[in-house]
């Protein structure tokens, strides 16, 4: 019979499970990789993200133009969730912060919840249902990208929509030289 404390260790492996789930989401869309984005839904699951309603797949097929035509760059960044296990089903909701660097180089940040159903199937979590609830939304001023004129800063890489980005990089190093602007 398991114990107290290993039910509460099954229940800290499943909601990392769901974490890592919801995280790959962004990823995905942030990367422009649709087979991670793809990964945190079940095939028949369902979205409803703004005027958006449909399978995850159609979804990225929206989405990403739409994300390719206005923004050089995106931000699906993740806050807290609560997340509520019920056996092989499971109820989340996930704050989260949206920020667009837009092609004319204004800002579009936004806010809202992803309320989502996951399930678990052959021991893996993922997503059934999504909806999103957008919460707010701005147009703050824009700001110069900082350190962007220091000489060797894309040496590392440069933030790329695609498996070039620095963060698909194995093993990750540095090929920056030793500076301290302090010592200088």
């Known amino acids: 019979m398991a114990t107290d404390r290993q039910v509460r260790i099954d229940a800290l492996l499943d909601k990392q499970d769901i974490r890592e789930c919801l995280e790959r989401f962004s990823r995905g869309m942030d990367r422009f990789d649709r087979e991670i984005y793809l990964s945190a ?57 949206f920020v667009g660097r837009n092609r004319d180089e204004s800002l579009w940040i936004a806010g809202g919840r992803y309320i989502d159903r996951l399930e678990r199937r052959d021991g893996d979590w993922k997503i059934v249902l999504r909806t999103n609830v957008i919460e707010w939304g701005c147009l703050p001023p824009a700001l110069p990208i900082p350190f962007a004129d220091v000489p060797d800063i894309a040496v590392n890489g440069v933030s790329s929509r695609s498996i070039a980005d620095p963060s698909y990089q194995r093993p990750l ?9 302090a010592k200088a």
């Not at 960044?77 to 089903?89: E, F, K, P, R, T």
Request: glycine share 6%; with cysteine; net charge negative.
């Open 173 to 181: 190093v540095n090929r920056r030289v030793p500076a301290n602007p």
């Open 41 to 97: 839904f079940w095939p028949d699951a369902e979205m409803a993200a703004g005027p958006f309603v449909g399978s995850a797949a159609d979804c990225w097929d929206w989405a990403i133009p739409m994300h390719e035509a206005g923004q050089i760059a995106t931000h699906h960044a993740l806050l807290q969730s609560n997340i509520d296990l019920d056996g092989a089903v499971a109820h989340s909701e996930t704050y989260y912060q």
